[in-house]
């Protein structure tokens, strides 16, 4: 009613605030100052101490997951599995990372120093960026908080976490579980709609991490410029899927419309349209209407009814799917599999189109949905041409037994990250930075990576009992000339 308006909700000691309609400014930046008066002390803490506060995190999600799949179930009917895998399984596996690497990681980094520093010592110090701030998206809302989240924390710095508005289910667990570990002037989780983010952005982080769209991006690039806080930027993007002739082509149809469909679509670095060389198209859709009828059901009732394909964000999503659905068919696509929709489930099925050109409105802007528009290609350069026409990918999948094809790929095209002969699971591997480029994004994270993002790397040269500058300064007398004269001749 009326008199919620201007309502905080505020705890401040039990590691949350929580927005309905206006916020009180004086409140938030009272909440900002405690966590920048924090930083330094939360900067000096051992790796000792912050691996003790990520085993309490781990334990905290394994006692607590049954919660979590329910309240993602309850945002867009995701099967707890799906969850297991998706969400629960990836954030464990950074915990696990930065457990067991925290402490050399944050150990200051020998570096060697050229001759003419003769009697010096350089070292790179890995220290934290200070207070940071975490805006999250809808699509995978636990993974996707928590993996930037357990990177600031392992850095050592004072946390603000924004998730979702959309999945309010999702974000009351998270408010739940940040709020019985940390206390509000370490980290802080606030939640509430857009407003309560461009509210937020008005502070003086040290850094601001954003997943999302890129219209988004570049709204909080601009914002982080008035402060000149860096930024890292997981984007998004039309992440293509090659099949050439050489692929082995049942193993790339299994994999692609796993990838394509975990999720009912909505996954940044999902397979957003297919090129396949045309040889193959023949037998590809055949084996893509068996492999579909056998995960998700026969019919689109039962695909429909199946409790393993999880429903659209939101009613206004599938609304814009359906609608660039209809204006692709009008141009000429031809629907192989799907094109069902239910808007008031939110329930649009695994749709597969061909007859698509790069022209096709699908092919104008992201899916972010269950929909495989499929191109074919007579030459493998043609493929590379639509690729390289459009922006720079968050992610890019090859299928082939070509050794030639693949490396014609990797130095024809760029892209956040590439698998080769399989989809998605570089996010898998610690070891790897994920991340995108250009429009996908910039800046990257995962294990060390991210430890790396939220630090800043100093540099910090010390001075020996020798010292060889001295016999550079001023007066320039002829011996100090013809020293310089020599140095000049050895070092370059």
């Known amino acids: 009613g009326g008199e919620e308006k201007n309502y905080l909700y505020k705890q401040r000691h039990s590691g949350y605030l929580c927005f309905k309609w206006d916020v009180d400014m004086n409140d938030l930046k009272n909440s900002f100052s405690d966590l920048q008066a924090n930083r330094w002390k939360t900067a000096q803490t051992s790796p000792g101490e912050r691996i003790l506060k990520l085993k309490k995190l781990k334990e905290a999600i394994l006692s607590q997951s049954k919660e979590l799949q329910d309240a993602i179930f309850q945002d867009y009917k995701k099967h707890p599995s799906e969850t297991d895998i998706t969400e629960i399984f990836p954030t464990l596996q950074e915990i696990n990372d930065a457990i067991r690497h925290l402490s050399q990681w944050m150990k200051p980094k020998k570096v060697s120093s050229p001759w003419v520093l003769c009697g010096y010592k350089s070292e790179i110090r890995y220290e934290p960026k200070g207070v940071v701030l975490i805006l999250s998206p809808w699509n995978y809302p636990f993974q996707l908080l928590m993996a930037p989240f357990i990177a600031a924390l392992a850095a050592g710095n004072t946390i603000v976490l924004k998730p979702s508005s959309k999945v309010p289910h999702t974000s009351r667990y998270l408010k739940k579980l940040i709020s019985e570990l940390f206390p509000p002037n370490e980290v802080l989780l606030l939640e509430g709609d857009a407003s309560v983010a461009d509210r937020l952005l008005e502070f003086p982080f040290d850094h601001i991490f954003f997943t999302g769209s890129p219209p988004i991006g570049k709204k909080i690039m601009a914002s982080a410029a008035k402060h000149l806080a860096s930024v890292t930027l997981e984007l998004g993007g039309k992440s293509p899927v090659i099949i050439d002739e050489s692929a082995a082509l049942e193993k790339a149809a299994e994999r692609i419309l796993w990838g394509k469909f975990i999720n009912a ?223 000049l001749k050895m070092f370059t």
């Not at 059901?297 to 429903?311: I, L, N, W, Y």
């Not at 968050?394 to 990797?410: Q, T, V």
Request: a positive charge; charged letters at 20%; proline letters at 6%.
């Open 265 to 487: 679509g909505q996954t940044c670095v999902a397979p957003d349209y297919l090129l396949i060389h045309q040889s193959l198209i023949g037998k590809f859709i055949p084996l893509a209407k068996k492999i579909l009828e056998t995960r998700y059901g026969a019919s689109e009732k039962a695909k429909q009814e199946t409790p393993d394909f999880c429903r659209l964000i939101s009613q206004p999503h599938l609304a814009g799917l359906a609608k660039v659905l209809e204006l692709s068919i009008a141009s000429g696509a031809k629907v192989e599999v799907g094109g069902t929709s239910d808007q008031e489930n939110r329930f649009l099925s695994p749709t597969l189109l061909t007859n698509i050109t790069p022209d096709s409105p699908i092919m104008k802007e992201e899916i972010f949905g269950p929909i495989l528009p499929i191109l074919t290609f007579s030459h493998l350069d043609e493929a590379i041409q639509i690729i390289q026409k459009k922006e720079k990918p968050l992610a890019l999948y090859f299928f082939s037994k070509n050794r030639e094809n693949m490396e014609k790929i990797l130095k024809n095209t760029t892209s956040g990250g590439t698998c080769i002969n399989t989809l998605i699971l570089h996010l898998a591997n610690s070891e790897l930075p994920f991340g995108g480029v250009g429009f996908s994004g910039m800046g990257n994270y995962h294990g060390f990576f991210g430890f790396r993002t939220f630090s800043h790397e100093r540099a910090v040269l010390r001075q020996g009992p020798i010292d060889t500058l001295r016999f550079f300064y001023p007066p320039y007398t002829s011996w100090v000339r013809k020293l310089i004269r020599f140095a």
